[in-house]
Every structure is written in structure tokens, then in C-alpha cells.
């Protein structure tokens, strides 16, 4: 259920007990049945009522009371009988009229409700109440301009009724203006006494507006008033989890599982969140929990056990519960996009775009669909593919930030770095808080050149987050890394490793950085948590680490020399020439090679001075040797990476890699002793 019709539906059901049309008491009986009702015994209060009935089948006020009494019990069509009777006797009743429409409302027959209170306004313009729920009415109608209108007449006639600020509110949020609907929530708060509700409307307002500190401190009173809400420890668990306090994320959805430990919607919002954290197989537990508590829902949790098989790069067994859950719910778009993308995953090209066509016949009209096809297919690389469904995304809704930030992913990918900063500006202006479009916008600055204003949105960036979200302190540190601000890039990469330590490339980045600083104990240190974390991707970077163990032990290995080849093509190369300059003679050297086709590992040679380079036990790992998907100008092709250590002799030295009967150019070097 949507947050703002859940919060309005509380504040209604809070609303029944005081709003209805108090019975006019015009004999004992009925002040008896209203005593009676005051302590609880509604029973007794019926009774008296159908006796005051008895004596008088005209006494349009006792089924009014009668009415009263019976919707309030939830009796509704009941009630709506008692009303049409009192009514009956007396066409000019207002507060039956007012009561009878309630009862429609709560029936959901808004429609209907809309006469009878336009009716007993009529009859009693005073009546505030009726002008509260017309209003409540028209909500449900979305007419919220209407519907903002008569909460103020209400608001008009008693000032002091915190509920109508508080539907005023939602009505105001519903239409689109959050801020003018904080400032309602605020008065509902300053007017009434302390309600757990109004703190927690106007907490989800701000969880909206990202101001979690704030949302944080709503839940938190709202939970001063009312400990026994377990809505609002979930509501605060996401508030916490977004400000990167996972571990009190947990504990607070904990607190509501302990009071309400059959609702199964939190043990999957416990997964979902265990998922985020990396805690797979805890996740995995939970999802299985809430299948137990509510089966009749199997298909979502296959599903969401398929996403974190997947996540677990499990792609076999997710695709086995993905299949479950298109089984039992073949309608839902959602399972065949997580299909296509575990296809896609198992190299399974046809039957990924199969499922991927499915969520468009099943939902042509869906903005997410489009986007979430778009994104899937752009990872294959297919980024016309990509494009078309993109385009047709934001067709369906263009002020919808995704599809226009994949879009400009795509060009910036392509090197249309224009086309790539227009959409990532556009979304920087439809969603001014969010860090990554800021992010996107600083590394195509940087991209192109343009260093201020890359920095520029590098801070903004930085600034506006209030998650674990630690890319942009990444990237920034890469600025200052390259701008040799080392020092700022030490800072930069330690906090985003404070925000997120699963990523291996704020390590591998940091310890590059330790390594200008000469510190190579944290250098070495950093490169083996970045391979423990990324394992064999992160293993070409170990040349570094190679260089920072030799400058421990006081044998320096000069910098890095970067061999590049372009296969087949012999004479594109981009060779590094120069002098080296070192306290001994080894050399750690890089081979990149990209190419139309696959190239063969065994058959790459490096040549130094035309003799082959064996790989040895001093070389880097076998596995530095790696393949990366990419494209150049729009084609695809293959990049390989071979690393190995080398000792040079005194003076000039050349060198080349061969590969079948291609050869490179020649890499002309000089050693000079210092």
C-alpha cells in the first residue's frame, strides 16, 4: 500500500471515534446507551437503543445513535440502514446525513458519500467535520485541489482539529508539494497532543526528501509516544540503513519482528537488507522464513531468493527459483527481467532477450520495464539495443532520471562525452539530491579536460551524501591521485573504505597512493586486501605490489613501463621510450594488447634484446594475464594484460612482443646507474 493513503487510512480509522455527528440525547435511554458505550459495552448501548426504538418506532434519533454505534464497530451496512430510517423521518437531519456519508466512505463508496455531505453541509454550514470528510472523499477521488479546499474550511471553523492539518498535509503531499505538507504536519504536531502517527507522517516526508537525520528523529519520538508500532521501527530501519547504520538498521527491525513475529513483509525486508550488506545466506534464511508465514506468496520469495543467488553469482540455482516463480506468476515483468539477467549471466544470449521481449509484451507502457531492458542489455554490450529501449523509457516518462543516466552511461562508454554531460545534467536537475549525477558529471569534465569543473562536481557529489554510497570519494581521489595531491587522495580513499569496505578498488587505489608516499607496508598491505576482496581481477595490480616489497627490502624496481600493441594492426603503437633511472637493474614491464579476435596466452611472446622473457618464479602471477570486454569507436574488442619483471643490462635495450608472425615496434630504453 502506498505510504501516504497507509498514514491516511490510520488517520481516519483514529478519526472515527470523534468525528461522527454526535447522537442529539433526547431521552434516558439514549443517554444511557451513550454511557454505556463511554465504558466499553457496546452491547448494553445497542440494547438500550433498540428499547428506545421499541417505545418509539419514529425516534429518528435513537437509529441515529443506533447508526453511530454500528459503524463504529465497523458494521457499516448496518449502520447505513439506521441512517436511511432516521433519515426517513426526518429528511432535514443533518447529522445522519453527515454519519450516512462516513459510512459510504468507509465502504469505499466515495460517490455516493459525496451527496449525503454535501447535503449536511448544506443543512449546517458550521459542521467542521463534514468538511473534513468530503475532503477525505476527494482525496480518494484525487481531486486534491478540492480536497485541500474543504480541509481549510475545516481548519476555519476549529482551528484546534489536528487532523485536518494532518489530511491537509497528506492532500498536499499526494499533489506533489512535500514542502507545503511539512509545514501542515508541522502545525498538526504544535496543535494536538502528542500522536505517534504525526511523527511518523512526517518522518516518511522527510525519508522522502532524503533528510534522514531528521525522519530519524521523528521515528525515534514517535516511538517515545507508542513502543507497540512495529511500522515505525521498520520505517526506522530503512531510515538507518540509508545513513549507513547498518548494524541499528538491524537491531530495529529486529524490535519489529519481536512484536509482530508472524508478519512475513518484514522478514523480507530483513533480507532484502541482509542482501545489501553482503550478508547473502542470512538473507537467504529470512526470505525462507517469510515463505513459511505466508505461502500463498511462493513466487515472490523464489524470486527473491533468485536475486541473491545471483548476487552470489549462484546463476544455475537462481535460474531454477526464477523459473519457480514465472511458474506459479507468469504475469510479473519483474521475474523475467532477473531471468534474462541470470541468462545473460550464463551466456545464454537468446533466451535473455526472449525474457527480456516477454516484460514488454506483458507491460508495453512501462517506463521501469523499458529501463530495466535498456540496462540489462547494455551490460551484454549491445548498446543500440540498449539505447532503443532506453529512448523508449523515457518516452513513457521523461522526467524518469534512470533511463536517462544509462543513456548517458552509453555515451560516455561510446566517447560522446557531449551527448553524455547533456543527460547527466538533466538529471542532476531532476533530482538535485542525488550524489550520482553529480559523480557523472565531474568524470566527464575530467574525461574532456575540464579539471575545475570536474572538481566542482566532485565536492557536490561528495556532499550530498548520506549513505555508504562511497564512489565519490573514489573518484575524487583518483583527481587528486593523478593531480599528485596525495595527501587528499589518501583521505579521500580511506573514507570511502570507512563508507564501504567491500569495494577492492578503493584498496588497490590506496595503497597505489601508499606507494608514492613510500609508505609500503600499507601499500602491501592495501593490494592484498584489494585481491583477497576481488580476487583473480585484482590480481595484474600485484605489480605494484611486487614494486613496494622490493622497496622495502631496499631493492627499487623503477616505475612501471606500459608496451602497447594493437593486433593485428603492427604500426599503431603507442611505445613508452625514455631513460631509466634505478639503483639496480630490474624493470617491471606491461604488456596491453587489444585485438578483433581472441588471442591465445601461450602464444604471446616478450622479446628483450630479440631474446624471449621467460615467465618466472620472479614474474608476476599467471593469472595476470586476463581478458576485459570493450569498445573502440563503436566495435567490439579484446583487451589483454601480461605484466613481468625484467633485468635490463647498462645502457640501451629493446624490446617487443610477438605474436604468431606479428610484431610490435620496438621499445627503445636506456639505463643510467644514478
Not at 295 to 317: C, G, M, S, W
Not at 620 to 629: D, G, I, Q
Request: overall charge positive; hydrophobic content about 40%.
Amino acid at each position: 500500500m502506498n505510504f501516504f493513503f497507509r498514514v491516511f487510512l490510520i488517520a481516519l480509522l483514529n478519526l472515527l471515534a470523534v468525528t461522527f455527528a454526535f447522537p442529539q440525547i433526547n431521552n434516558p435511554l439514549i443517554q444511557q446507551a451513550n454511557e454505556k458505550l463511554a465504558k466499553g459495552d457496546t452491547a448494553g448501548a445497542l440494547d438500550n437503543c433498540g428499547m428506545a426504538i421499541s417505545i418509539n418506532a419514529n425516534d429518528g434519533w435513537a437509529y441515529n445513535t443506533r447508526g453511530w454505534i454500528r459503524n463504529a464497530s465497523g458494521k457499516h451496512e448496518e449502520a447505513i440502514k439506521d441512517y436511511n430510517k432516521a433519515i426517513e423521518i426526518s429528511p432535514d437531519y443533518a447529522g445522519a446525513l453527515f454519519n450516512r456519508g462516513v459510512s459510504k466512505f468507509m465502504l469505499g463508496d466515495y460517490n455516493n458519500a459525496i451527496p449525503d455531505l454535501d447535503r449536511s453541509i448544506s443543512l449546517d454550514p458550521n459542521l467542521a467535520f463534514a468538511y473534513n470528510w468530503r475532503a477525505n472523499v476527494k482525496v480518494k477521488l484525487k481531486r486534491f485541489a478540492e480536497a485541500i479546499g474543504d480541509y481549510s474550511k475545516c481548519i476555519n471553523l476549529n482551528p484546534k482539529f489536528a487532523f485536518a492539518y494532518l489530511n491537509r498535509g497528506l492532500a498536499k503531499s499526494l499533489s506533489g508539494d512535500l514542502a507545503e505538507a511539512i509545514a501542515d504536519y508541522n502545525l498538526a504536531i504544535s496543535v494536538g497532543p502528542p500522536n505517534a502517527y504525526f511523527y511518523q507522517v512526517r518522518g516518511g516526508a522527510y525519508t522522502t526528501q532524503k533528510k534522514y537525520s531528521e525522519a530519524l528523529a521523528d521515528y525515534n519520538k514517535a516511538l517515545e509516544i507508542d513502543q507497540t508500532s512495529a511500522w515505525t521501527y521498520s520505517a526506522r530501519s530503512t531510515v538507518l540503513f540509508a545513513m549507513g547504520r547498518k548494524d541499528e538498521a538491524v537491531h530495529s527491525l529486529d524490535a519489529a519482528i519481536a512484536l509482530y513475529p508472524s508478519d512475513f513483509n518484514l522478514y523480507v525486508q530483513k533480507g532484502s537488507l541482509k542482501q545489501k550488506m553482503g550478508l547473502y545466506h542470512e538473507g537467504l534464511l529470512d526470505f525462507y522464513k517469510a515463505m513459511q508465514l505466508q505461502p500463498r506468496q511462493t513466487d515472490t520469495f523464489y524470486h527473491f531468493i533468485a536475486i541473491v543467488e545471483k548476487d552470489l553469482h549462484l546463476n544455475k540455482e537462481a535460474l531454477i527459483n526464477c523459473n519457480k516463480a514465472i511458474q506459479l506468476n507468469p504475469a510479473n515483468p519483474d521475474y523475467y527481467i532477473t531471468r534474462g539477467i541470470i541468462q545473460k549471466n550464463l551466456d545464454h544470449m537468446k533466451e535473455a532477450l526472449d525474457d527480456f521481449q516477454k516484460v514488454v509484451d506483458l507491460n508495453g507502457t512501462s517506463s521501469t520495464a523499458y529501463n530495466n531492458i535498456g540496462f540489462a542489455i547494455l551490460e551484454t554490450g549491445m548498446y543500440d539495443a540498449a539505447l532503443y529501449y532506453l529512448n523508449k523509457s523515457i518516452e513513457f516518462s521523461p522526467n524518469n532520471k534512470f533511463p536517462i543516466g544509462n543513456s548517458a552511461a552509453i555515451q560516455f562508454w561510446l566517447g560522446n562525452y557531449e551527448e553524455a554531460l547533456k543527460g547527466q545534467l538533466r538529471t542532476t536537475r531532476i533530482d538535485p539530491l542525488e550524489p550520482r549525477g553529480f559523480l557523472n558529471v565531474g568524470m566527464t569534465y575530467e574525461r574532456t579536460g575540464r579539471y575545475d569543473s570536474a572538481l566542482v562536481n566532485y565536492n557536490k557529489a561528495v556532499s550530498l551524501i548520506v549513505t555508504d554510497y562511497s564512489d565519490p570519494y573514489k573518484y575524487r581521489g583518483n583527481y587528486y591521485c593523478k593531480a599528485g595531491l596525495y595527501q587528499k587522495a589518501l583521505s579521500d580513499f580511506t573514507k570511502a573504505i570507512e563508507l564501504n569496505d567491500r569495494q577492492p578498488a578503493s584498496y588497490n587505489s590506496r595503497g597505489y597512493v601508499y606507494m608514492k608516499l613510500k609508505k609500503y607496508k600499507e601499500a602491501i598491505n592495501d593490494y592484498d586486501t584489494a585481491v583477497a576482496k576481488g580476487k583473480s581481477y585484482y590480481q595484474p595490480f600485484y605489480k605494484y605490489r611486487e614494486e613496494a616489497i622490493a622497496a622495502l627490502s631496499g631493492n627499487v624496481v623503477t616505475s612501471l613501463a606500459t608496451v602497447e600493441w594493437h593486433c593485428p594492426i603492427d604500426d599503431v603503437n603507442k611505445l613508452f621510450n625514455g631513460t631509466f633511472h634505478a639503483e639496480n637493474t630490474e624493470v617491471a614491464l606491461q604488456l596491453r594488447i587489444t585485438s578483433d579476435l581472441p588471442l591465445q596466452q601461450q602464444d604471446v611472446q616478450l622479446l628483450l634484446n630479440e631474446k624471449v622473457v621467460n615467465r618466472s618464479e620472479k614474474n608476476l602471477p599467471s593469472n595476470s594475464f586476463f581478458r576485459t570486454a570493450s569498445r573502440q569507436n563503436g566495435e567490439a574488442k579484446y583487451a589483454y594484460m601480461y605484466g613481468v619483471t625484467v633485468r635490463l643490462p647498462q645502457g640501451e635495450s629493446a624490446i617487443r612482443c610477438i605474436y604468431g608472425k606479428k610484431s610490435s615496434q620496438i621499445l627503445k630504453t636506456y639505463l643510467a646507474p644514478l
